[in-house]
């Protein structure tokens, strides 16, 4: 696992991002601003222009973005593969893999930048909305791997039930429930429910999972299994 903030990432590598708010913020305060970053992440991977990318939107076109649009645009040149996502709401975690050189680097300089000019217009404010440069981990130990999309697809649990990062949970149907119901992230798409499916590219990971069905099945093993000390460095917690 080795630290990608100051080295160039390859082509084929997988990262984990992170990246949260400044002063610990909220960057989410709506469901209109999840689907407005959840479309970000859509249109910005794409080595052409941005739609209407550099004009400034009525707030009806900039908040009142929908999935049906996500689903509507296709014939894209994507820059990364989205693998995993999860957004919580003072941070984001993506797992990406770099398709093209500089990929990973161009994506969240456009997602960020464009996601801050949304928020700052809707909110009435200026200055910086995430903390500093995001946060990136090379992932290149498969037995760690495994885990670490479990890791983001969990994070929800926080809001209820903290306890899970100690292993301590006591009504694992209630956290499954939980997690089901939390649109937020990859995780409904990888049980073969519809959520975003056209943000990830889920191929690579349903064959390590080896299909959705086990990927359930296996949820509350993991939920037992993940010991956050031993993935530390990967989880940029």
């Known amino acids: 696992m080795k630290t990608t903030n100051r080295r160039i990432i390859t082509n084929g590598e997988i990262v984990h991002i992170v990246n949260r708010g400044v002063d610990q913020r909220n960057i989410f305060l709506d469901k209109k601003d999840y689907f407005r970053f959840i479309h970000d992440i859509f249109e910005f991977n794409d080595k052409n222009p941005a739609f209407n990318a550099g004009k400034r939107l009525t707030s009806q076109q900039s908040i009142g973005l929908r999935n049906q ?22 941070h984001f975690h993506l797992l990406l893999k770099q398709l093209v050189d500089g990929g990973v680097i161009k994506f969240l300089r456009k997602l960020t930048i464009g996601y801050a000019n949304y928020f700052n217009l809707k909110y009435q404010r200026s200055g910086t909305l995430f903390q500093g440069r995001y946060k990136a981990v090379t992932v290149n130990n498969e037995r760690h791997f495994i885990y670490l999309p479990y890791y983001i697809h969990f994070n929800p649990l926080d809001l209820i039930m903290p306890e899970w990062r100690q292993g301590k949970i006591q009504n694992y149907q209630k956290a499954i429930r939980f997690l089901e119901s939390y649109r937020w992230s990859s995780h409904l798409d990888y049980l073969g429910i519809k959520n975003f499916p056209s943000i990830t590219q889920r191929e690579f990971l349903l064959k390590v999972f080896n299909g959705s069905e086990n990927y359930k099945k296996n949820i509350h093993n993991w939920m037992k299994k993940i010991n956050i000390k031993d993935i530390n460095k990967l989880t940029l917690e």
């Open 69 to 90: 649009y996500i689903e509507r645009k296709k014939e894209r040149q994507l820059i990364v593969d989205v693998l995993a996502f999860c957004l919580m709401p003072n």
